[in-house]
Each structure stands twice: as structure tokens, then as C-alpha cells.
Nanobody, 121 residues
Framework: QVELVESGGGLVQPGGSLTLSCQAS????????MAWYRQVPGRERELVAI???????QYSDSVKGRFTISRDTVQNTVTLQMNLLNPEDTAIYYC???????????????WGQGTLVTVSS
């Protein structure tokens, strides 16, 4: 069974930095895309950043230039480096993996449990 586990959330002051990590565990053969989403209560979940299997990255306009997504295809991890954080970045951040092939099963998508990021003074 494949699972995604996020870590790194917490409280940070405006202008500060935080790094989120997501580890995919299980007998994984390959993952197509890995991404970070975020959700504020009462609002839809939105894409923050995605890194495709070939390494191409895409960002939402609201985080472009401040956040950096990267992945390790051997360790099956994805990291989100967040700089110049502001209160509008406060949300639950979710890791998502798409098209996951494991030894026993194929998953179209998987989500992590979410990690809370709070930007406040």
C-alpha cells in the first residue's frame, strides 16, 4: 500500500520561510507528477505548485517567485520551499501524487493528510 506523509508545517512570522516535505512510502516503481495544494476553510483546494516526471515545474501566480518545488525521484519525495510568506499563505497544505505504479497496484492519484501552515505575527 502506498501512502503520502507530509511534514514541516507550523507557525511562521510574515516574511519568514518554511519547508514542507512529502514522502511517498510503499513498493513504488514510479510516480508521474507530484504537487502541493492548499486549502483555506470555506474555500476550494487550489494548486500551489507541481513538478512533472521530467522535472518541469509550474506554479500558481500567487506563489511564483516565492515558492520552489523540487522532487527526488529515487527517494519518492517532494519538497516545497516557501519564502517571503504572508498571512494569505495560511492554509492546510496537501501533497498529491498522480499515476503511481507500485509492485501490486496502480493508483491514479493519492493525497497526503495535510499539514497546517500559519503565517502570523
Amino acid at each position: 500500500q502506498v501512502e503520502l506523509v507530509e511534514s514541516g508545517g507550523g507557525l511562521v512570522q510574515p516574511g519568514g520561510s518554511l519547508t514542507l516535505s512529502c514522502q511517498a512510502s510503499g513498493s513504488i516503481l514510479g510516480i508521474a507528477d507530484m504537487a502541493w495544494y492548499r486549502q483555506v476553510p470555506g474555500r476550494e483546494r487550489e494548486l500551489v505548485a507541481i513538478v512533472h516526471q521530467g522535472g518541469i515545474t509550474q506554479y500558481s501566480d500567487s506563489v511564483k517567485g516565492r515558492f520552489t518545488i523540487s522532487r527526488d525521484t529515487v527517494q519518492n519525495t517532494v519538497t516545497l520551499q516557501m519564502n517571503l510568506l504572508n498571512p494569505e499563505d495560511t492554509a492546510i497544505y496537501y501533497c498529491k501524487a498522480e499515476k503511481i505504479a507500485s509492485m501490486s497496484e496502480f493508483y491514479s492519484e493519492l493525497w497526503g493528510q495535510g499539514t497546517l501552515v500559519t503565517v502570523s505575527s
